[in-house]
């Protein structure tokens, strides 16, 4: 897995001269249990995720720290006629319900995720441990996380990351969010070491 900014934009760069990958294959699947108000996604790359939901006509956030990858997810969305917005924070984000692209290069690592702001918020192959209490945060009540990563059973195959921090521990995903209502849980170890967990956050004035 790339370490850094310049790796990042390097893998991008390489993915923009390529046809735009379908989504992942849990948001199609689940697609009848994710909500349709504004959505985040999270470390989006070249926006795979982000484009599909847009396109529904959903308001998306999608964040990423390379430009690379925005600069390709912002021509590919224009190809497909969703409105496309750059930001530059958070707070550029939110306002009147609007339907699209909103797109902000955002350093993770030192983000601050807006509370109570997503029905919906996607994180596919991406792990940063920090951010979990944020995203709990970040969504509104009866809101759905949905976050797919590797597990350390990665390491029994080729690609994905080979930096266990970047790996989960096998069930660690299942308990990671302890004060959200699991709707689905799965751990795959059939050609990738994968997890996957749809989860949604409590109405707790009902």
Request: proline share 7%.
């Amino acid at each position: 897995m790339p370490s850094s900014q310049a790796d990042w934009d390097a893998k991008h760069r390489l993915a923009a001269d390529t046809p735009a990958s379908e989504p992942a294959s849990i948001v199609r699947e689940l697609l009848p249990l994710l909500p349709c108000g504004p959505a985040l996604d999270v470390a989006c790359g070249t926006g795979r995720n982000a484009a599909f939901l847009a396109a529904r006509g959903q308001q998306v956030t999608a964040v990423d720290f390379s430009d690379v990858a925005l600069d390709t997810l912002e021509v590919r969305a224009r190809s497909m006629h969703v409105p496309v917005k750059r930001g530059r924070s958070f707070h550029d984000v939110h306002g009147p319900h609007r339907r699209g692209l909103e797109l902000l290069r955002v350093d993770l690592e030192q983000a601050h995720l807006p509370a109570h702001a997503y029905d919906l918020i996607v994180c596919i192959q991406f792990l940063q441990r920090s951010l979990f209490p944020q995203m709990v945060r970040a969504l509104r009540p009866n809101g759905v996380l949905l976050l797919e990563t590797f597990t350390r059973a990665q390491l029994e195959f080729p690609g994905g990351p080979r930096n266990p921090a970047y790996l989960l521990e096998i069930g660690e995903l299942r308990e990671a969010f302890p004060s959200l209502c699991v709707l689905f849980y799965r751990e795959l170890r059939a050609g990738q070491g994968i997890a996957s967990l749809v989860a949604r956050k409590r109405d707790k004035r009902g």
